[in-house]
């Protein structure tokens, strides 16, 4: 399954960033991880250690390489004296985490996967820790951190060299995905005579749109802007594993779930309008609008559903609230609750409670199965990671799953595959020339087909004005 160490090494010290704070270092930066919003969150850099799975079981086979992994000190890390030794760092995130990104679908050929960073970054109100992972006792910090273009001055972590780093964004061309818009078009339509027939009371259909550029498209400049543009959402970034050379990057509103301890919350979004609205026409949209409500109902019901047997406790809000993003509305609700222990005491694994909640009708259909079979016969597309869970999670377990919504794959050579000669991409440290690019739209009875295609432009809008395609 993995040949990788399952000893792994860790020590965690207390640092400070200055006010830059992660979204300013992440410009130069390569990362193996990213999930930040409002500017706190975690940053990841290397690979201590990597563990893939695909198929039925890949949830419960990353669970098990995750609980297998038995963590040690690191014994005298050497390098970043003026940094303390953060003894108490026991809150979530804190310590060593897994980047986390699972397949959407059992039959994608996306290699769903962990990563341990060998360098982690976790800023919160209250402090900066930085986390060293290694699969051995001693490590040499600094030589770590110069690695990755970091260095501690004083306690405080810093690029190494400030001017390296891109500022701008190499032009990019768009070009079809798998269908064009016409296709997409006859696909909501054959999605709706599946309604009408009464196979599914929901369809949610996506299509997909790449951008390609001549240049290396530098991941930590596209994250950067990502997350200062859409500080309300989850930037988010899980990088390539061994023999791949995909990562992927977005920023998404919608929480899958959240643990913290016995814990879990979720954000379910469904129902969407465009931004052109003002706050009161959006409000009326969508608030006062049955086939806005029932699209958002199925989701949240799914959710519900999904997670109530893993759950003492949990409850839902009886009306959504207007989430307000820079590109749309969307129709919004949290629910919270407090998991279940088994028989033994135990809470489930972050994983095995991802994998109750997914997927969601907000991203797949009602019912799900049959709506999972006809997404993948009218897509025509291999959805990847794309609405599969995405996120982090730490050996305490907690956990964010984000649902991975409005981003995309970004293929192609990074700065840990230098091996493959390309010197431009290996200079700039960065990644792909190529990302693709996803969206959906909820399909209920009353849906129009037009209307999902724009609106499916809409949630193309984060990724295409970030790298400088549309207005945004
Ligand atoms: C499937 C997507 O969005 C989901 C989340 C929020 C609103 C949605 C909608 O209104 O259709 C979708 O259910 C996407 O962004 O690709």
């Avoid at 979204?23 to 850099?45: D, F, K, N, Y």
């Avoid at 006062?288 to 409850?315: F, Y």
Wanted: contains cysteine.
């Amino acid at each position: 399954m993995n040949s990788q160490p399952t000893v792994l090494h860790s020590h965690t010290y207390e640092v400070s960033l200055d006010d830059a704070g992660l979204t300013g270092l992440l410009p130069a930066l390569t990362p193996s991880g990213v999930w930040i919003r409002q500017g706190q969150g975690l940053l990841g850099l290397g690979v201590a250690a990597e563990f893939t799975a695909s198929g039925p079981r890949r949830f419960a086979e990353l669970a098990h390489s995750w609980a297998a992994v038995d963590w040690q000190p690191l014994e005298s890390p050497h390098g970043p004296v003026s940094a303390a030794f953060a003894e108490a760092a026991h809150y979530p995130g804190a310590g060593p985490v897994a980047f986390t990104s699972v397949a959407f679908s059992e039959t994608s050929s996306y290699a769903s996967r962990l990563i341990v960073p060998q360098l982690i970054l976790a800023v919160s109100a209250e402090r900066s820790l930085l986390t060293v992972v290694g699969d051995s006792a001693a490590a040499d910090v600094t030589a770590l951190l110069t690695e990755h273009g970091l260095v501690l001055d004083g306690g405080t972590v810093r690029l190494l060299d400030t001017a390296a780093a891109p500022r701008n964004l190499p032009a990019g061309q768009l070009q079809a995905g798998s269908q064009s818009e016409r296709q997409y078009l006859n696909a909501v339509t054959a999605g709706l005579s599946a309604i009408a027939a009464g196979t599914v009371q929901k369809l949610v259909l996506a299509r997909d749109v790449v951008v390609t550029s001549s240049q290396p498209l530098p991941r930590g400049v596209l994250l950067s802007r990502l997350a200062a543009d859409y500080a309300e959402c989850w930037t988010y970034c899980v990088g390539e594993v061994s023999g791949g050379n995909e990562s992927v990057l977005g920023a998404t509103p919608e929480m899958l779930v959240s643990l913290r301890g016995e814990r879990v919350s979720s954000r379910v979004l469904a129902g969407t309008v465009d931004r052109s609205w003002s706050e009161q026409e959006a409000a009326d949209r969508l608030l006062r609008n049955a086939k806005q409500h029932r699209e958002h109902d199925l989701a949240v019901q799914s959710l519900v559903e999904q997670l109530s047997p893993l759950t003492e406790s949990l409850q839902s809000p009886t009306d959504p609230h207007v989430l307000r993003l820079p590109n749309v509305y969307h129709l919004a609700t949290d629910v919270s609750g407090v998991l279940a222990s088994g028989s033994e005491g135990t809470l489930p694994s972050p994983l095995q409670v991802a994998e109750r909640a997914h997927p969601t009708a907000a991203v797949c259909g009602t019912p799900t199965r049959e709506a999972g079979q006809l997404l993948e016969m009218l897509e025509g597309l291999d959805r990847g990671p794309f609405a599969g869970p995405v996120g982090w999670m730490d050996a305490a377990g907690n956990a964010d799953f984000g649902i991975a919504l409005r981003g995309g794959v970004l293929e192609g050579p990074s700065s840990t595959t230098h091996d493959d000669g390309d010197a431009a991409a290996a200079e700039n440290g960065n990644g792909g020339r190529r990302i693709r690019l996803y969206a959906g739209c909820g399909i209920v009875a009353d849906s129009v087909p037009e209307d999902e295609l724009a609106e499916t432009r809409s949630k193309l809008r984060p990724m295409l004005s970030t790298l400088g395609l549309v207005a945004s």
